[in-house]
């Protein structure tokens, strides 16, 4: 017997050493985490001035930014970034008309086929084709961004943190370091080949700057500043990712004044029903 008890206490003393060990770690470098050099360099994401226009649940979409934004993104962010999710005719969701939308597309390039060899051409775009990817393939597209490769941008404000003011500061992130934070953190360096951004999340990013005042004119006429492509070029992105954002906001008002209306009904009708009814004798309510 006190062999037994031995054995069990060895083993749970042995057991709870191993769950200290393993854990015990991981506990201290979430209590105590220890920062890399960049840290000291990042900056908290920042919005436009007043906000988006489909902030808040009110937001609606501005059509004229949308189509900024399709101008900022056709005439800098193609040349490196696909748009694969998105289709031509989604571009009349944004304003576009029928016969605007037919001449976007054949503007474009896209992949086809022979139809006397059956061999790979490019072709006019027409508004059931979806966004060309500017290269053929991931290697083709590592080999010519530094071995970085270029993600899609259908969905990129909903695939980072806080993604619409991240894009929106991302584009606008391209300074350089502030002196004090260089000597608070004296081996950081960015690499040949990348660009300090301080809203990047290790700083050092691949992709050179994209905006800079006058890049673009735009065809309504509003001046091209790098922090105007930035704001419209990230409402784009937004409606890209999710464009039945204000549907679906709208929505949500119906449902909650619906189910308001449902509850209202439901206390009306308790009411009635119980209206009659008297509690009896000697029930708590006579208390």
Same mark, same amino acid.
């Given at each position: 017997?006190?062999?037994?008890?031995?054995?069990?206490?060895?083993?749970?003393?042995?057991?709870?050493?191993?769950?200290?060990?393993?854990?015990?770690?991981?506990?201290?470098?979430?209590?105590?985490?220890?920062?890399?050099?960049?840290?000291?360099?990042?900056?908290?994401?920042?919005?436009?001035?007043?906000?988006?226009?489909?902030?808040?649940?009110?937001?609606?979409?501005?059509?004229?930014?949308?189509?900024?934004?399709?101008?900022?993104?056709?005439?800098?962010?193609?040349?490196?970034?696909?748009?694969?999710?998105?289709?031509?005719?989604?571009?009349?969701?944004?304003?576009?008309?029928?016969?605007?939308?037919?001449?976007?597309?054949?503007?474009?390039?896209?992949?086809?086929?022979?139809?006397?060899?059956?061999?790979?051409?490019?072709?006019?775009?027409? *508004?059931? %084709?979806?966004?060309? $990817? =500017?290269?053929?393939?991931?290697?083709?597209?590592?080999? /010519? +961004?530094?071995?970085?490769?270029?993600?899609?941008?259908?969905?990129?404000?909903?695939?980072?943190?806080?993604?619409?003011?991240?894009?929106?500061?991302?584009?606008?992130?391209?300074?350089?370091?502030? *002196?004090? %934070?260089?000597?608070? $953190? =004296?081996?950081?360096?960015?690499?040949?080949?990348?660009? /300090? +951004?301080?809203?990047?999340?290790?700083?050092?990013?691949?992709?050179?700057?994209?905006?800079?005042?006058?890049?673009?004119?735009?065809?309504?006429?509003?001046?091209?500043?790098?922090?105007?492509?930035?704001?419209?070029?990230?409402?784009?992105?937004?409606?890209?990712?999710?464009?039945?954002?204000?549907?679906?906001?709208?929505?949500?008002?119906?449902?909650?004044?619906?189910?308001?209306?449902?509850?209202?009904?439901?206390?009306?009708?308790?009411?009635?029903?119980?209206?009659?009814?008297?509690?009896?004798?000697?029930?708590?309510?006579?208390?």
């Amino acid at each position: 017997m006190t062999i037994r008890l031995g054995g069990i206490l060895f083993g749970l003393a042995i057991t709870g050493v191993l769950l200290l060990w393993s854990l015990l770690p991981g506990a201290l470098n979430f209590a105590f985490p220890t920062k890399p050099d960049y840290y000291a360099f990042q900056e908290k994401n920042i919005a436009p001035e007043g906000g988006f226009s489909f902030d808040g649940p009110l937001g609606k979409w501005d059509t004229q930014q949308l189509q900024r934004g399709y101008q900022v993104y056709k005439e800098v962010c193609s040349a490196c970034h696909s748009l694969k999710f998105v289709a031509f005719r989604n571009l009349q969701e944004i304003g576009f008309t029928e016969p605007e939308v037919r001449a976007e597309a054949a503007s474009w390039e896209v992949p086809g086929i022979d139809p006397k060899d059956g061999s790979a051409i490019k072709r006019p775009g027409i *508004p059931t %084709d979806q966004f060309p $990817s =500017p290269y053929a393939n991931e290697v083709e597209a590592r080999a /010519f +961004n530094n071995n970085a490769l270029p993600p899609d941008l259908t969905l990129i404000t909903k695939a980072r943190k806080d993604g619409v003011h991240y894009v929106y500061s991302l584009m606008q992130g391209y300074n350089e370091p502030d *002196p004090e %934070d260089v000597a608070k $953190s =004296p081996d950081f360096e960015t690499p040949p080949g990348l660009y /300090f +951004n301080e809203y990047f999340y290790n700083i050092n990013i691949a992709m050179p700057p994209q905006l800079l005042d006058g890049i673009v004119t735009y065809s309504d006429g509003t001046e091209a500043t790098t922090e105007q492509m930035a704001q419209d070029i990230t409402a784009f992105l937004t409606w890209a990712g999710e464009p039945s954002l204000i549907k679906r906001k709208q929505t949500g008002w119906f449902v909650i004044g619906f189910l308001l209306f449902a509850t209202f009904l439901g206390f009306m009708s308790y009411k009635t029903v119980w209206a009659t009814k008297k509690p009896k004798k000697g029930s708590p309510d006579l208390v």
